[in-house]
């Protein structure tokens, strides 16, 4: 049988469409800006942003609807953000991570508890979990990497696919494969990205899994298909690593077939169908030092091309390059802010449908 892989987007109403221009901020750090040739024609979808500074406050920028100000630690403890949607997609919900393992829900977002704690600033990402099998855009939980690479998953675990994953290796001591999770032992763990390969026709998640991005820039991916057995990432070892500390970001593409990774300068580098070609974003900020934090895609209304990039610096600086542009952005005196959520809530899955001989 040929099996093709097509895309749904589940997202909310769209609440403002953005002009196709580019949008240049250079007020903080003298900002070169790289706008990439010709905006498509389909607008992006967006109507706001969720940036989240050390200290826990959450600034709502455009029109994104207010779900909360944050937890307000007072002191640089906060270190990642994720949000939650009902079933048209509109943001209801929210999740704020601090660097101990607490998570504080807000809005609509089911509490959770049984997280990690560690006592210290060892936590570094917050991701949701999300559940097809039940409704749109439900969530089985979230999942929270430490620095370490240690991924843990809190929420509903008793279902079978929300879980630690990880490649097969042969223990010669228990003469057996094992599960051989990504784990380094030191702080370089950087950020988390889940992939989620979900069959419509019979409701069943092909494969599941999330990726990790690393300080020095490898992306490690920890999937697996139906059967517990291990997925290979696409594009192989054929990516930028720098071999020091600035790897900030990345964000997958809409296929799971690539992504964009974010290094500490601005740069966006592109792997896999993640392009830098007409129409499509691939370079944005270039600050010439390492003040670059976070980075979203801001997608089309067909939900297949990814039109823009929005680029987070850590002084609350908001940039962007192809077809994208956002409003006021929030203004700190230091290096605090740490992450960002884009409005509407973007929840992608990949559906995988046989056809043809």
Known sequence: MKQTV??????????????KTVLTRSWLVGLVLLALTTPSSAAPVYDGLYVLDGQGNVHTVDAAPFISSGPAFGWDIARGIAVTGDDTGAVTGMYVLSGYGDIFAY??????SGGPYWAW??????????????????????????????????????????????SKVYDYILDQEVDGYVYWGWDVAQDLEVAV????????????????????????????????????????????????????AIEMTPTFQGYYLLDGFGAVHAVGDAKVAPNTPGTSALFGWDIARDLECVYDESGYTVEGLVVLDGMGGLY????????????????????????????????AVVSGP
């Open 107 to 112: 809005g609509d977002a089911p509490a959770l």
């Open 6 to 19: 097509t895309l749904i987007i589940e997202r909310g109403e769209l609440v403002l469409r953005i002009a």
């Open 121 to 166: 600033d060892i936590a570094r990402d917050i991701t949701i979990a999300p559940d097809y099998t039940d409704q749109v855009n439900g969530i089985a939980g979230v999942y929270v990497l430490d620095g370490f690479g240690g991924v843990f998953p809190v929420g509903d675990t008793a279902r079978s696919y929300f879980r630690v994953y990880g």
């Open 320 to 351: 962007t390059s192809g077809n994208a542009s956002v409003g006021a952005a929030p203004v700190f005196a230091d290096d605090i802010a740490k992450d960002m959520e884009l409005s509407p809530f973007f929840t992608f899955v990949t559906d």
């Open 197 to 248: 390969i979900y069959d419509q026709n019979d409701k069943v998640i092909r494969s599941n899994g999330y990726y990790i991005l690393d300080k020095l820039g490898g992306v490690h991916w920890c999937l697996e298909d139906e059967n517990g057995d291990p997925v290979d990432s696409p594009w192989g070892f054929t990516q930028p690593y720098f071999g020091w500390d600035i790897a900030r």
